[in-house]
């Protein structure tokens, strides 16, 4: 029988001639790639002496990004392009006296044929997961090498109203049968059965317990591999019994039951540590994910640690995983793609939590939104072997807002989401209810979801007229607010996905006075503090009674009139300042208009069993490190365009470009960014006249005249 063991401590990093000893999970760009645009990315080493070896010997790597190789003894024996998911390597044959030096190259440079390459995220390089050893293992096994699964594929199935499920083992070397047996959560066997390796074994489960976002039932097979009667591997996984369909009218349906999709998106990375987090670190995002009220996950844009998927299984989250096919289509990297693919579904199969698989995300931005014919065309070949390798789950994907709403990418998969950010980077977050509305009238057939939408967020600015642009929490939390309203009051969407649960490492990132981070999390990137907008989406979406009063980091506030929202699932809330009631009102948020006097004030607001209390400073002039006067920024406040009208005294699409680039505004947003050679060709003709030649969608061309309407010539 194998000897498995995790072989983290002591590996020797080689780091641009520098040599340390470190433990694994280990991230070389855990504080560079946090904070400047030109991280290290390139090739580092981690060395280890194996000793006590003995048979079969296999190193399995869980993670390592983005190109890697492993060498035993000097040989290579493995190497692996991808950096999310895992691979294994067998060392047997170089093993001298029960020792081998394994050495393991990593390379985070951006590959040709690697996705993925151009994305709002930092490519951390590292040795960033678990590394395990197997050994001693015998003439047969269960097969953990090709493509990184465990080597037993349950695929569960209600079939004329009864739950089958059928077993598949597949094994390496010898082995002539393999015992199969299922047990319940409390461990009670309720099927046993037997076949042959790469034969198909299958159980009726009588009495089923089906798993759900509220009771996540899982069953266990323990499969036993035998040679001429002796076990000699064994091999044990959960899975658990859900039925889930989609309706283009009805949503989403567990079960039997519609349930909407309450869904957070999660980037794996954390400050100051990069990607190489812990059990720990994981369970917390995890604990914070189900307090928030979520029942789903997006876990954007790669597969990630064992760990989730499992705690997803374990704590009833429905998970959406995906591949890193991002940003921009490129046809050399389709077989790339395809592997990881391949990968993702090998090793994560049996979890009951995934219930989908997706094969893009925003491929079409680098062409402003639209598909070109190869682009369609690979991420058919990628929906198709999704199919054919799992015909229990729908495929998905994630289209850029600036698609057309009949683009051909649109009808390809099996559901559908749309990322869209009306409020923050175009238009307002009113509008996003008439694109909806808008979407399902042309597209009545299509199982929509928003997969994306949100706004940044930086602790330090405070407003009492807060505003799209700011950078402030309170409009963040407005912008959610209407947001999940929307969702939740249109039965035809299956859910949503904030984007995004946490802040996140974009190394090429500079905007809002902070470098490095993407601020669109509910919570900070050090998870210690929860920003207004997650009270938003408890209010929305937690059964548990509570009350928030929101701005308690908004602590010294201008003497007079000042905004106070509330956030709250009870029926109604009622607000005290200084022990005045301004008044009881009902709502998830309500919005208080209070007085502020010199000195200390107390805001109460109290809603039935629960209080919330913050204490604020009335002060004669706010600090200035409150408002956010970065030039320069992206966003701008863009409230003052409307789609009906075009006004002569403000840029508009059918200015010239040369118009347009004089203005100090657009400067400031461009820099340095367009060669003077491309404006001087260009400056002659008008906007619209190279957003068409570009083969930029309609909708998009009304968002760039829109943000133009914001600007005096």
């Avoid at 006097?597 to 002039?621: L, P």
């Avoid at 001087?680 to 943000?707: C, D, Q, W, Y």
Wanted: with cysteine.
């Amino acid at each position: 029988m194998k000897i498995v063991k995790l072989i983290n401590e002591n590996w020797s990093f080689t780091k641009e001639g520098k040599t340390e000893v470190v433990s694994v999970p280990h991230c070389w760009n855990a504080i560079d790639g946090q904070n400047q645009p030109n991280y290290y990315r390139g090739n580092c080493s981690y060395v280890k002496e194996l000793e006590g070896l003995s048979g079969t010997s296999i190193i399995r790597i869980e993670g390592a990004n983005s190109v890697s190789s492993v060498y035993a003894n000097g040989t290579l024996v493995a190497s692996h392009r991808g950096g999310y998911s895992a691979y294994s390597a067998n060392v047997t044959d170089y093993v001298v006296d029960g020792k081998c030096e394994i050495r393991i190259d990593v390379d985070n440079s951006d590959f040709d044929d690697v996705y993925p390459s151009t994305a709002d995220f930092t490519f951390y390089g590292g040795l960033y997961r678990n590394v395990t050893l197997f050994t001693s293992v015998g003439e047969g096994y269960f097969d953990v090498v090709n493509y990184g699964g465990s080597g037993v594929k349950v695929t569960p199935v209600l079939q004329d109203g009864k739950w089958q499920v059928s077993l598949l083992g597949t094994i390496f070397g010898k082995g002539d049968n393999i015992e199969y047996t299922i047990s319940d959560k409390e461990g009670k066997v309720v099927a046993t059965l037997s076949a042959r390796p790469y034969e198909e074994a299958t159980a009726i489960i009588d009495n089923p317990i089906l798993w759900d976002t509220k009771n996540p039932h899982l069953y266990t097979v323990n499969a036993k591999l035998l040679l001429d009667g002796e076990v000699i591997d064994e091999s044990t996984t959960r899975f658990g019994l859900r039925e889930i369909v989609f309706d283009s009218e009805r949503g989403c349906i567990l079960n039997g039951t519609p349930i909407k999709l309450k869904g957070v998106s999660r980037h794996q990375d954390r400050e100051n540590l990069g990607n190489a987090l812990t059990y720990e670190h994981i369970k917390e995002d995890i604990e914070l994910i189900k307090e928030v009220g979520s029942n789903s996950i997006r876990l954007a844009h790669y597969q990630q640690n064992q760990i989730i998927y499992d705690l997803a299984d374990e704590n009833g989250i429905l998970v959406w995983a995906e591949i890193p096919v991002i940003s921009r289509w490129a046809q050399k990297k389709l077989e790339n793609a395809k592997s990881q693919l391949v990968e993702l579904i090998s090793q994560n199969y049996n979890h009951p939590s995934i219930f989908c698989w997706g094969v893009q995300n925003e491929i079409t931005i680098g062409g402003g939104g639209g598909a070109s014919k190869k682009c369609v065309k690979g991420v058919k070949e990628l929906n198709d072997l999704a199919k054919s390798m799992d015909a229990t789950r729908p495929t998905t994907c994630a289209q850029v807002m600036m698609a057309s709403k009949t683009d051909p990418l649109n009808s390809v998969t099996d559901i559908l989401g749309f990322n869209i950010y009306y409020g923050w980077y175009v238009q307002r977050y009113v509008d996003i209810d008439a694109w909806l509305d808008d979407f399902h009238a042309q597209n009545p057939t299509l199982k929509l979801c928003l997969s994306e939408y949100g706004a940044e967020a930086v602790l330090r600015y405070w407003s009492s007229n807060p505003s799209q642009g700011d950078y402030g929490e309170q409009y963040q939390a407005i912008l959610h607010a209407h947001y999940a309203n929307a969702i939740m009051s249109r039965d035809w969407m299956w859910g949503g996905y904030v984007w995004n649960m946490f802040d996140f490492g974009s190394a090429i990132r500079n905007e809002g006075g902070v470098s490095g981070k993407n601020n669109k999390g509910l919570v900070t990137f050090d998870r210690k503090t929860r920003k207004d907008s997650f009270y938003a989406y408890k209010a929305y979406w937690c059964d548990e009674k509570f009350v928030h009063v929101g701005g308690e980091r908004y602590v010294q506030r201008a003497i007079g009139k000042s905004r106070v929202d509330v956030f709250s699932n009870c029926e109604e809330v009622e607000l005290f300042v200084n022990g005045t009631s301004y008044g009881v009102k009902q709502g998830k948020l309500t919005t208080y208009e209070v007085d502020i006097v010199s000195g200390e004030n107390e805001i109460k607001a109290v809603a039935g069993d629960c209080t919330h209390v913050i204490v604020v400073q009335g002060v004669e002039e706010e600090p200035s490190s409150y408002k956010c006067n970065q030039a320069g920024n992206l966003v701008r406040n863009w409230f003052a365009a409307d789609d009906a009208t075009t006004s002569a005294d403000c840029l508009s699409v059918n200015d010239k470009v040369g118009v347009v680039l004089k203005s100090k505004d657009v400067q400031a947003m461009l820099g340095s960014k367009i060669p003077m050679w491309v404006a001087k060709i260009a400056s002659p003709f008008k906007v619209k006249t190279l957003l068409k030649l570009a083969r930029i969608s309609p909708e998009m061309v009304g968002i760039v005249n829109n943000f133009l309407q914001t600007i005096k010539k």
